[in-house]
């Protein structure tokens, strides 16, 4: 295997061309570039990484000012695809995310001019999109994007078109600024694979982007890609041969139950009021494999799931009125229903 990139304040190198056996280097060497330009940020990179391959779409929930975008364009550089950026408004419609049929006018064979309606695509038309602020739209605008996510595919009158593939949406959400906007619905929020928490940089990493040169920042710019669309997609079905032993999908299950005040679980009776569904199992299932093909291992095991279990599980599970006034957070919750 070549070098890694060498950290130059100049350039940025290209690295080498990677097969289908080398998806941990791929991973590995994704970390090494973003780490120029993402500080402090090598574990969400690393959770990001784990949704895309396992054919997921992430939901970012940070303050402004945090690094969401640039972390998304630099991750799309990094990976060789096609990156678009929705900012949602209140006045946002459907067709301008998917797109919208346009009268054109073109020379026909007797030389007169005709017209024709031509369908003209919208930003959502790319390999990996960032919604940002995703509560701020109506709901007729969001649906549209969810049916999106869920279908891989647009209807736009009689005809339907592919989305890009692979295609990835990350939408954020502010957590404080809620005047004017409009959450999103247990069951459209449980089509995102993940919900992944940004917090605050540690003092040692802000002070490293305290001293950073914008004028470095924005050569992202430059980054050579590392992998194409048609090895990503391999990589993405080789997901599905990781193996996953018995007793970990027991613990599995057991774990997702736990969260149901149904189940019978003590902690899960007193404290919650919905649990996660069949859906939260498949994704927990899918996401561990993909962190294990990541990792370069054959078999997910019990901390492979640990890892990624908040993260599926954060934005399926609702707390009633008891946990709030004792302060009992989710990811509280969750850790009494993990059994692994």
Same mark, same amino acid.
Not at 56 to 69: D, Q, R
């Given at each position: 295997m070549s070098k890694s990139i060498v950290k130059k304040k100049s350039s940025i190198k290209a690295v080498k061309t990677f097969t289908s056996k080398d998806v941990h280097e791929f991973r590995q060497e994704t970390?090494?570039?973003s780490a120029d330009f993402l500080i402090g940020y090598d574990d969400i990179v690393d959770d990001i990484l784990t949704a895309f391959i396992a054919r997921?779409?992430? %939901? !970012?929930?940070? %303050?402004?000012?945090?690094?969401?975008? !640039?972390?998304?364009?630099?991750l799309s550089k990094i990976w060789g695809l096609d990156f678009s950026r929705i900012q949602f408004t209140p006045d946002l419609l459907p067709s301008d995310i998917t797109g919208t049929e346009i009268l054109q006018e073109k020379p026909s064979k007797n030389g007169k001019m005709e017209r024709e309606l031509v369908f003209r695509k919208g930003p959502l038309f790319a390999n990996l999109v960032l919604a940002d602020e995703i509560n701020r739209t109506p709901p007729k605008t969001q649906s549209a994007l969810l049916q999106s996510m869920e279908e891989g595919q647009i209807t736009i009158g009689n005809e339907t078109f592919e989305l890009p593939n692979p295609f990835m949406v990350m939408a954020t959400q502010n957590p404080i600024e809620l005047e004017g906007t409009y959450p999103l619905?247990?069951?459209?929020?449980?089509?995102?694979l993940m919900s992944i928490n940004f917090r605050y940089p540690t003092a040692s990493s802000e002070a490293k982007i305290a001293m950073l040169n914008p004028k470095e920042q924005k050569k992202s710019s430059s980054i050579k890609p590392i992998a194409s669309t048609q090895l990503v997609n391999k990589w993405r079905d080789q997901v599905y041969d990781i193996l996953v032993p018995n007793s970990v999908l027991d613990g599995i299950v057991e774990s997702i139950r736990n969260t149901r005040p149904s189940a019978g679980f003590e902690f899960?009776?007193?404290?919650?009021e919905y649990g996660a569904g069949p859906r939260a199992t498949q994704f927990l299932v899918r996401a561990s494999q993909a962190k294990a093909l990541l990792l370069g291992e054959t078999t997910i095991t019990e901390d492979i799931v640990k890892s990624v279990f908040h993260h599926v599980l954060r934005h399926r599970v609702l707390l009633n009125y008891v946990a709030l006034a004792e302060k009992i957070t989710v990811d509280e919750y969750l850790d009494k229903c993990l059994v692994l």
């Open positions: 970390q090494k570039i997921g779409h992430v %939901l !970012l929930i940070g %303050l402004p000012g945090l690094a969401k975008t !640039l972390m998304v364009k630099v619905p247990e069951a459209q929020l449980d089509r995102f899960a009776q007193r404290f919650g």
